[in-house]
């Protein structure tokens, strides 16, 4: 069994897919951060300085009652809260990495019909009689002399 995991995971196709996931969360991590410290703050100050980070609802009060001013706050009070606004970023965090991917995929299948020449055009044909490639615009055949129809 050992040595059939061992086959199995030197594969191409798994090692493909392991450097895969980890370049998508590298990917990751650089996407929250455009989105966290790039977007996100000229939207809420466009907005009238809102960080959507801290956009949250409390479900239920902690030990310090509120309000609160901040998610970190809020939990350091032990209150229970919905965080909408990491919800928003992480969205937004979903769009990106999906357009992103989009966009590789959709260049890549571009590259890809880019290197798929049409088929060429014949310039040779068969004889009909003794299937000896003569020129496609030949009306008789050099080898047995027989007379061919026209292509």
Same mark, same amino acid.
């Given at each position: 069994?050992?040595?059939?995991?061992?086959?199995?995971?030197?594969?191409?196709?798994?090692?493909?897919?392991?450097?895969?996931?980890?370049?998508?969360?590298?990917?990751?991590?650089?996407?929250?951060?455009?989105?966290?410290?790039?977007?996100?703050?000229?939207?809420?100050?466009?907005?009238?300085? %809102?960080?959507?980070?801290?956009?949250?609802?409390?479900?239920?009060?902690?030990?310090?009652?509120?309000?609160?001013?901040?998610?970190?706050?809020?939990?350091?009070?032990?209150?229970?809260?919905?965080?909408?606004?990491?919800?928003?970023?992480?969205?937004?965090?979903?769009?990106?990495?999906?357009?992103?991917?989009?966009?590789?995929?959709?260049?890549?299948?571009?590259?890809?019909?880019?290197?798929?020449?049409?088929?060429?055009?014949?310039?040779?044909?068969?004889?009909?009689?003794?299937? %000896?490639?003569?020129?496609?615009?030949?009306?008789?055949?050099?080898?047995?002399?027989?007379?061919?129809?026209?292509?």
């Amino acid at each position: 069994m050992l040595k059939e995991f061992k086959a199995f995971a030197m594969r191409g196709n798994v090692l493909d897919m392991a450097v895969g996931i980890i370049i998508g969360a590298a990917f990751g991590t650089i996407v929250t951060s455009l989105v966290n410290d790039v977007i996100m703050p000229p939207i809420g100050l466009l907005l009238g300085n %809102v960080d959507f980070s801290n956009i949250f609802a409390v479900l239920k009060e902690g030990k310090t009652p509120g309000p609160y001013a901040s998610v970190a706050a809020a939990k350091a009070a032990g209150a229970v809260t919905m965080n909408m606004g990491v919800f928003i970023n992480t969205v937004i965090n979903f769009i990106i990495v999906a357009l992103a991917i989009f966009l590789l995929i959709r260049s890549i299948n571009r590259l890809k019909k880019i290197e798929e020449a049409p088929p060429a055009v014949p310039t040779t044909k068969e004889c009909s009689y003794c299937i %000896v490639s003569i020129p496609i615009k030949a009306t008789r055949c050099p080898h047995c002399t027989s007379e061919l129809q026209a292509a």
